[in-house]
Every structure is written in structure tokens, then in C-alpha cells.
């Protein structure tokens, strides 16, 4: 079998997969509260590897293995950021979130955020919200379609915008038939799938340069940044540089995607266990792919090194494996970097659907949810097709922006009470506004002013709002 016989026919049996398991999870869906939180029924494993693998996929597998091909050693503080954020999810936010939505019936991120409906000031937080997530989450679905699209165009001679369509038009089915239960579902085999990517590959990487001895070498015969853990850049840079990358983990706690698989766990005993999956699961997921990329550096570089760095996984899978097994193992990971977009989807669609509804009415019909599902993925999909951005810095951009704003904000609900709207409302607006121009300024994007600074300052309004409903109690 050639290697792209093996990779299509991977494809196919993924794909049909997919749909099937769309087809089953359409039966357990009977309302919006099925549709967007499984009916709180979700078991450990299920939501450890589904948060876990949503909250990572096309930027772990492509921009973490190419972070490591061009910055060297410095990249293990994304290690050590990504692994603080699984574990600030875990053990913070986890056990509160999943017993403050299941008394209060919170479907969504944003119905925890704006309190219950008919609140004074519920509706601007809403709206806020909503525009927030859509913004961020229409930019993080396009990277993991853009990023899939590379890879198709690399391995299949087909344009990116036709690979694009393909593979979105899968995603959008499974999703639009079982909603949270498909997306978790798939979501769980990705998970597995990126596991075992991220054994195989560094481990076939290590053989392939001798061992750990053998990286090191390499690594400085291909420069001395390469194994500076500062990146070659002097201390105050140096110092400015690792913080930046420790405020990704800043991240987790304002991703509606990940806080909703934290709110569906369905008992203390299911967060328990998941938690320790999840954080399994990380340490072997980022290590690998930072193993690989630093392999792929040592290894490419014989051959005059790569033009796009983000190509790294792909050119050393192609180099490591025969044919038949490269085109397997691209295939199944590159189904599972489009299955990603399937979590963010939902939850733009919820924020749509559900949390801009004035009614106070129960569960909705999924006629509505299903047919944003579809609109908001042809705006993805033309996204992806015209703007030009590299994966690791569009997704940060857009996981910067959310942590931001909601991240600091859902903290201080869970450990030190509610703020008053107005101030809810100008924590959340002043943290993605100051990671959105944090991002844009020419040189600021991408470190402490991006991804930490706006965090703390949301962090200090929202805990000045809760200390003027204290005091106003209090008179």
C-alpha cells in the first residue's frame, strides 16, 4: 500500500467514525441542557481526555513540536506553563464550578460569569460575553482548520481551501447530530490518538539521534540558543521571556470549552479521577511534542532545516517511518486535529443560542443550536481561508484573550464571591481589551503584557467589585 493509499483510506475510517458516533450521541440529545453539558453526566475519563485534548490539539501537536524546532531548550517553560494551567484548573476551579452550575443550572461559562436571569446588569455582561467568545473562538476554530489545511496540502495534492471544506464538513455533521456528547466523545479518542503520537514519535526520534546524549550534541552543534534555556536572550529579556510562556497556564480557567467539560463531571469521585488523567495525559502530550520538535531540529537539520518551522511534526514523522506508517499515523492525527474545531463550535453556538435567549424558560429545541453550529462553521472555514497567521500565535492570541477576560473574573466568583455587574463587566472588558492591545502593538504580542499583565489587572477589578457589595452590605 503507498503512502497515500494508507492515509486515505485512515481518513475514511476515521471520518465514518465520527459520524457514527454523531449519529449515536443524536439519541442522548433531547434538549439544550444535553446538547451543551451531556446532562451533567459525564464520567471521568471522558472529561479528563476531552478538556484536556480540546484545550490543546492542532497547537500542541504542530505549534509546541515547532516552538521546540526553533527556540531549542527555552521551550520547556511551555511545559511548565501549559502543566500549571491543567493543574490550576483541576485543583481551583474544578470542584467549585461543578457545584456551583449544578445548583444554580448553569448551562454555559457565561451563565456562571452573569449570574442568574432577570439579575440587574445580567444582560451587558451577556453581550459582552458572547461578543468575547465569538471573537476568540471564531479565530481558534480557524487555526486548527488552518493548521489541518497545511497538512492536507502537504501530503495530498489539493488545494487548502478544498481540504478545508472536506474536513470541516465531518466536523459540522457530528457535531450539529449529538452536540456535547459527539464532541466529547471524539474528543476522548483524539486525546488518545495524540497520546500516541506523542510517544512514537520522540521515541522514535531519541533512536534516531542516539539517545539523550546524542540530542544534546546536536543541539549545540546547531547553535548556542538551542540549548540556552534563556533563548540566547539576556536576563531581564530572558526573565521577561519565561513568564510570558507561564502566563499560558494564566489561560485555563477562561475557556469556555474546557470550564464546560469541568461543569458536566458528574460526581466529586469522577473530578477526582479525572484529575488525575488530565494531568497524566499533559505531561506526556507536551513533553513529547517538545522531545519532537528539539529531535526534529537535530535531525532536519542535516538535510538544511525546515522553511516553516511549524512543519515539524509532519517532516520528521515522514523521516522516522516507512510510507505505510507515516501515512497512517499523519492521517489519524490530522482527523484529530480537525476534530478539535468541534468544542469550540458548541460553544459558540451556545453562547448564540443560548445565553443571548431573554427568556427564562427551561431547555430549548436543538433546531436552533444546531443551525448556529452551521453558520458559525462557514465563518471559520473563511476565516481560515484568508487570513494568514501562523498557528502558535493565532491560537495564543485567541486563548490570551478569553483567559483574560473570563479566566480572573471566574476565580474570584469561585474563591471570594460575586461582583457587583459593573464591575464584573469592566474586569471582564479591561482584560481582553488590554490582550487584544497587547497583541497588536508592534513588539508587545506574545509575552508578559499580552498573557499576564491584562490578567492581573481584570483579577483587581473584579475583587475591588466584590469588596463595594461587601461594604455596601455591610452600611
Not at 249 to 265: D, E, I, K, S, T
Request: proline letters at 4%; charged letters at 10%.
Amino acid at each position: 500500500m503507498s503512502r497515500a493509499s494508507a492515509i486515505l483510506w485512515t481518513l475514511i475510517a476515521y471520518k465514518v467514525v465520527m459520524v457514527l458516533v454523531g449519529l449515536w450521541a443524536q439519541r442522548r440529545s433531547r434538549d439544550s441542557v444535553d446538547y451543551f453539558v451531556g446532562g451533567r453526566g459525564l464520567g471521568p475519563a471522558v472529561a479528563a481526555l476531552s478538556a484536556s485534548a480540546s484545550s490543546s490539539s492542532v497547537w500542541t501537536l504542530v505549534g509546541v513540536s515547532g516552538f521546540a524546532y526553533a527556540h531549542g531548550v527555552s521551550a520547556v517553560w511551555v511545559f511548565c506553563g501549559c502543566m500549571g494551567g491543567f493543574a490550576l484548573n483541576w485543583w481551583g476551579v474544578a470542584p467549585r464550578v461543578r457545584r456551583l452550575a449544578a445548583q444554580s443550572g448553569a448551562v454555559t461559562l457565561t451563565d456562571i460569569l452573569a449570574g442568574p436571569r432577570g439579575k440587574p446588569g445580567r444582560r451587558a455582561l451577556v453581550i459582552a460575553a458572547t461578543s468575547i467568545v465569538l471573537m476568540s473562538l471564531m479565530t481558534y476554530v480557524a487555526a486548527q482548520f488552518s493548521g489541518a489545511g497545511k497538512a492536507f496540502a502537504s501530503t495530498f495534492d489539493i488545494s487548502e481551501l478544498g481540504a478545508l471544506c472536506i474536513g470541516a464538513g465531518v466536523v459540522v455533521l457530528y457535531t450539529m447530530l449529538g452536540g456535547f456528547w459527539a464532541v466529547s466523545v471524539t474528543d476522548t479518542v483524539q486525546g488518545l490518538l495524540m497520546t500516541l503520537a506523542a510517544l512514537a514519535l520522540p521515541i522514535a526520534g531519541l533512536a534516531a539521534v542516539g539517545g539523550l546524549d546524542g540530542l544534546w550534541e546536536g543541539l549545540v552543534r546547531a547553535g548556542p540558543r538551542h540549548v540556552d534555556f534563556f533563548d540566547g536572550l539576556a536576563p531581564a529579556a530572558g526573565l521577561g521571556f519565561i513568564v510570558g510562556l507561564f502566563g499560558i497556564g494564566l489561560g485555563y480557567p477562561g475557556q469556555p470549552h474546557v470550564v464546560n467539560r469541568l461543569m458536566a463531571l458528574r460526581s466529586e469521585a469522577a473530578l477526582r479521577r479525572g484529575r488525575q488523567i488530565a494531568m497524566l495525559w499533559g505531561t506526556v502530550v507536551y513533553a513529547g511534542m517538545i522531545l519532537a520538535g528539539l529531535c526534529a531540529r537535530v535531525l532536519l537539520e542535516q538535510d538544511g532545516g525546515l522553511g516553516d518551522h511549524e512543519n515539524a511534526f509532519f517532516a520528521l514523522t515522514h523521516s522516522l517511518f516507512s510510507p505505510v506508517v507515516a501515512g497512517v499515523m499523519v492521517a489519524a492525527v490530522l482527523s484529530a486535529i480537525m476534530s478539535t474545531a468541534d468544542s469550540q463550535l458548541l460553544v459558540a453556538a451556545a453562547s448564540v443560542s443560548h445565553d443571548l435567549r431573554r427568556s427564562e424558560q427551561g431547555p430549548t429545541r436543538l433546531l436552533g443550536p444546531r443551525m448556529t453550529v452551521l453558520l458559525l462553521s462557514a465563518v471559520a472555514v473563511a476565516v481560515a481561508a484568508t487570513v494568514d497567521a501562523s498557528i502558535f500565535s493565532s491560537v495564543l492570541f485567541a486563548w490570551s484573550a478569553m483567559g483574560a477576560a473570563f479566566g480572573p473574573l471566574l476565580l474570584v466568583i469561585l474563591w471570594r464571591g460575586r461582583p457587583s455587574p459593573p464591575w464584573a463587566l469592566a474586569a471582564m472588558l479591561a482584560g481582553f481589551s488590554l490582550a487584544v492591545l497587547a497583541h497588536l502593538w508592534p513588539g508587545m504580542g506574545g509575552g508578559v503584557l499580552e498573557r499576564v499583565v491584562p490578567f492581573f489587572v481584570a483579577g483587581a477589578l473584579a475583587w475591588r467589585g466584590v469588596a463595594r457589595v461587601d461594604a455596601t452590605r455591610a452600611a
